[in-house]
C-alpha cells in the first residue's frame, strides 16, 4: 500500500492513549482513506495507535462523525497475512510512509508533548 497524500486533522484521546488523528489517501481501492492514529512512544517516537476506514457513503453520510458505527477499526486485518499473522514488515513500512510525509511529524509534535513521558 502507498501512501499519496497525509495530513494531521487534530488531537484526541482514543481508548484512554492522547494521539493525533492522520487522514491518510492510500493508492488501495478497497481502502483509499484511512484515519491512522499515532501516540507517543518511550523512545520518542510515535507509536501507530489503530486504523480506521470509514464504510460509509460520504454522499449519505456526510457528517464527520469518528463516534459512528460506519467507522470501522481495521488496525489488524489490513497488514494479516494469509495464516493470520500481522505482517509487522508491512505495518512498519505503511507507518514510516506517513510519518515521513511533508509536516506529519513536525505537527504531531506540537500536538504531542513527548515532555510528558521524559518526566515520568
Given amino acids: 500500500m502507498k501512501v499519496i497524500e497525509a495530513y494531521v486533522r487534530r488531537a484526541v484521546d482514543r481508548d484512554g492513549i492522547h494521539c493525533c ?10 481502502s483509499p482513506e484511512l484515519l491512522a492514529f499515532f501516540g507517543t512512544s518511550l523512545d520518542n517516537d510515535y507509536d501507530l495507535v489503530a486504523i480506521v476506514r470509514n464504510d460509509a457513503s460520504t454522499e449519505v453520510d456526510w457528517y464527520d ?13 489490513l497488514f494479516e497475512t494469509s495464516t493470520m499473522k500481522t505482517d509487522w514488515g508491512e505495518r512498519e513500512f505503511f507507518k514510516e510512509q506517513v510519518l515521513s510525509y511533508s509536516g506529519i511529524r513536525e505537527e504531531l509534535n506540537r500536538l504531542l508533548d513527548h515532555s510528558y513521558y521524559e518526566r515520568g
Avoid: G, K, L, R
Avoid at 21 to 30: A, I, N, P, R, S
Avoid at 72 to 77: G, Q, W
Fill in 65 to 77: 462523525n469518528s463516534m459512528h458505527s460506519a467507522f470501522s477499526d481495521i488496525s489488524m486485518e
Fill in 21 to 30: 488523528e492522520v487522514e491518510v489517501h492510500t493508492d488501495q481501492q478497497e
